[in-house]
C-alpha cells in the first residue's frame, strides 16, 4: 500500500482543515488508517484512527470533539477533518496504514505504511 497526504496548509487560529490520505494497492478495507502528526523538537504523537470498515475510531485526547476521522473504502481514501484549529496544532501530519490492525493502538510502530506528509500551520 501506497499512502499519499495532502490537503495541509495555514490557517489562523479557530480556522478548518480537511486532510486527505489516498492510497493505492489492494485491499485497502483490511487497513486501520491513522493519522499521526510530528511537531519541531517533539515526537510524532497518535492523533485519530479508523478502523477498516470504519466501525471503530479513537482520537487523542487532544483532538477530541474537534477534529474528524472518516473513510472511503470505495475511493481507498481517508480523511481528516480539523476543526477550531489551535496554534499547538501546527505540525506536520502523517497518516499510516497497519494491516488487520487496531484502531485503539497509538504506536506508530504498529504501522505498516506511511504517507509523506503534510504541513499544518496555524497562526494565532
Known amino acids: 500500500v501506497q499512502l499519499q497526504a495532502s490537503g495541509g496548509g495555514s490557517v489562523q487560529s479557530g480556522g478548518s482543515l480537511r486532510l486527505s490520505c489516498a492510497a493505492s494497492?489492494?485491499?485497502?478495507?483490511?487497513?486501520?488508517i491513522g493519522w499521526f502528526r510530528q511537531a519541531p523538537g517533539k515526537e510524532r504523537e497518535f492523533v485519530a484512527a479508523?478502523?477498516?470498515?470504519?466501525?471503530?475510531?479513537h482520537y487523542s485526547d487532544a483532538v477530541k470533539g474537534r477534529f474528524a476521522v472518516s473513510r472511503d473504502n470505495a475511493k481507498s481514501a481517508a480523511y481528516l477533518q480539523m476543526n477550531s484549529l489551535k496554534p499547538e496544532d501546527t505540525a506536520v501530519y502523517y497518516c499510516?496504514?497497519?494491516?488487520?490492525?487496531?484502531?485503539?493502538?497509538?504506536?506508530?510502530?504498529?504501522?505498516?505504511?506511511w504517507g509523506q506528509g503534510t504541513q499544518v500551520t496555524v497562526s494565532s
Open positions: 499510516g496504514a497497519d494491516y488487520m490492525g487496531n484502531a485503539y493502538y497509538t504506536s506508530g510502530r504498529e504501522y505498516d505504511y
Open positions: 494497492g489492494r485491499s485497502f478495507s483490511n487497513y486501520v
Open positions: 479508523i478502523s477498516g470498515r470504519g466501525g471503530t475510531i
